[in-house]
T-cell receptor
Framework: LAKTTQPISMDSYEGQEVNITCSHN???????ITWYQQFPSQGPRFIIQ???TKVTNEVASLFIPADRKSSTLSLPRVSLSDTAVYYC??????????????FGKGTHLIIQP | DTGVSQDPRHKITKRGQNVTFRCDPI?????LYWYRQTLGQGPEFLTY????????KSRLLSDRFSAERPKGSFSTLEIQRTEQGDSAMYLC????????????????FGPGTRLTVT
């Protein structure tokens, strides 16, 4: 079973706020939630990480409800350059070793003018 | 600021040949990861090191693949007797910290080595 589930693709427009939700029903107590962004022919780039509640940095916000079974990456006022694939990862060193290092297929976000 | 570097950036080889890739992580990072990525798929975990110790290998990693990190700094990934199915982008990443109760998984990726096996 995939450890995370996220939409395959999403479309939005410049200037809009985009929210990408990731489901992780089997998240373990010690697991963190991490989001990456990837452009074609480049390695993924770390965006944000959280454990619970809300985390915000200069790029995005991450909302995690109390049950931690899902998380939402929020990108404010997107631009064309935010067109990329976004990956949600869940994992930690809690006996699972590298099991959390599963990127899945990610969400292909397309921003239109 | 020196990020993760990988060499070469592109490699074309004939089926049956051996290839070796190098990864230089961010200097203070003690964890180093190798991934493989094919078109339309997310990165697939291959193996990772903490310092010079190889802590885990993916069950998908065949015996033709081997990785080393002899002094806990740079790492090499070798593929022996390459097959056309090995054609992919090989990504290296490093991580700045670990903890007893859970890693941060804040990985910094290199630009990748694109392998084409003809």
């Amino acid at each position: 079973l995939a450890k995370t589930t996220q939409p395959i693709s999403m479309d939005s427009y410049e200037g809009q706020e985009v929210n990408i939700t990731c489901s992780h029903n089997n998240i373990a107590t010690n697991d963190y939630i991490t989001w990456y962004q990837q452009f074609p022919s480049q390695g993924p780039r770390f965006i944000i990480q959280g454990y619970k509640t809300k985390v915000t940095n200069e790029v995005a916000s991450l909302f995690i409800p109390a049950d931690r079974k899902s998380s939402t990456l929020s990108l404010p006022r997107v631009s064309l350059s935010d067109t990329a694939v976004y990956y949600c990862l869940v994992g930690g060193d809690s006996g699972g070793g590298a099991d959390g290092l599963t990127f899945g297929k990610g969400t292909h976000l397309i921003i239109q003018p | 600021d020196t990020g993760v570097s990988q060499d070469p950036r592109h490699k074309i080889t004939k089926r049956g040949q051996n290839v070796t890739f190098r990864c230089d992580p961010i200097s203070e990072h003690n964890r180093l990861y190798w991934y493989r990525q094919t078109l339309g798929q997310g990165p697939e975990f291959l193996t990772y090191f903490q310092n010079e110790a190889q802590l885990e290998k993916s069950r998908l990693l065949s015996d033709r693949f081997s990785a080393e990190r002899p002094k806990g700094s740079f790492s090499t990934l070798e593929i022996q007797r390459t097959e056309q199915g090995d054609s992919a982008m090989y990504l290296c990443a490093s991580s700045p910290r670990t903890s007893a109760s859970g890693t941060s998984y804040e990985q910094y990726f290199g630009p990748g080595t694109r392998l084409t096996v003809t």
